[in-house]
Nanobody
Framework: QVQLVESGGGLVQAGGSLRLSCAAS????????MGWFRQAPGKERQFVAA????????YYANSVKGRFTVSRDNAKNTVYLQMNSLKPEDTAVYYC??????????????????WGQGTQVTVSS
């Protein structure tokens, strides 16, 4: 498994930006398929974005496409989530996740075997 630590959450006004970081240790980082999920109060955790091992292929939820960008730096064992044009409905705890590429859908939670502790993002209107 992989140990993951998120940072960068906070309070921002609608229309603002935040960048989340997730530092990984354990399994060789460049072999990990990395993802971001979020969970709002009273709601199920949902997929946000993910990135393949080399960083050349990315996946996004429709709700964040065009506003969020996932990237990774394999030399720093870190994955990022740049969030622009934030909306109040983006308020949630954001989780970083690591897994292995395989036949499971790219956006499925089951694809990931390691999770961070989460970081709170609050967007005020």
């Amino acid at each position: 498994q992989v140990q993951l630590v998120e940072s960068g959450g906070g309070l921002v006004q609608a229309g603002g930006s935040l960048r989340l970081s997730c530092a990984a240790s354990g399994r060789t980082f460049s072999t990990n398929y990395m993802g971001w999920f979020r969970q709002a109060p009273g709601k199920e955790r949902q997929f946000v974005a993910a990135i393949r091992e080399s960083g050349t292929i990315t996946y996004y939820a429709n709700s964040v496409k065009g506003r969020f960008t996932v990237s990774r730096d394999n030399a720093k064992n870190t994955v990022y989530l740049q969030m622009n044009s934030l909306k109040p409905e983006d308020t949630a705890v954001y989780y970083c996740a690591a897994g292995r590429w395989g036949p499971i859908l790219p956006t499925a939670e089951a694809k990931f075997d390691s999770w961070g502790q989460g970081t709170q993002v609050t967007v005020s209107s």
